[in-house]
């Protein structure tokens, strides 16, 4: 079955830029769209990105499509959030997701997270 690993938090400046890693594993990896949600402290888990087998990529918020870039390497197993420019504001664990095509299909695994602290 599918399975999901986050990487690549850290404690960074306003500003600066993180990439975060999800490695995926799974027979149904290339067929299952990814996504990138967040659980800010105090706060309920959001949506921020999902990409498709097929590369078709949605975003949560206009200022995270504006900053935040999401992408996947099949070969490499590995699905990415790039995210420039942070705010304060961005501070949360991040978790990766997978769910087969469709909007219908619920988001069916998850990875333990990653931190994200982004000082002022």
């Known amino acids: 079955q599918v399975q999901l690993a986050e990487s690549g938090g850290g404690l960074v400046q306003a500003g600066d830029s993180l990439r975060l890693s999800c490695a995926a594993s799974?027979?149904?990896?290339?067929?299952?769209?990814l996504g990138w949600f967040r659980r800010a402290p105090g706060k309920e888990r959001e949506f921020v990105a999902a990409?498709?087998?097929?590369?078709?990529?949605?975003f949560g918020v206009d200022a995270e499509k504006g900053r935040f870039a999401i992408s996947r390497d099949n070969a490499k197993n590995t699905e990415y959030l790039q995210m420039n420019s942070l705010k304060p504001e961005d501070t949360a664990v991040y978790y990766c997701?997978?769910?087969?095509?469709?909007?219908?299909?619920?988001?069916?695994?998850w990875g333990q997270g990653t931190q994200v602290t982004v000082s002022s």
């Open positions: 799974g027979p149904t990896f290339n067929r299952n769209t």
């Open positions: 990409i498709t087998w097929s590369g078709s990529a949605t």
């Open positions: 997701a997978s769910k087969l095509n469709g909007a219908s299909a619920p988001w069916a695994y």
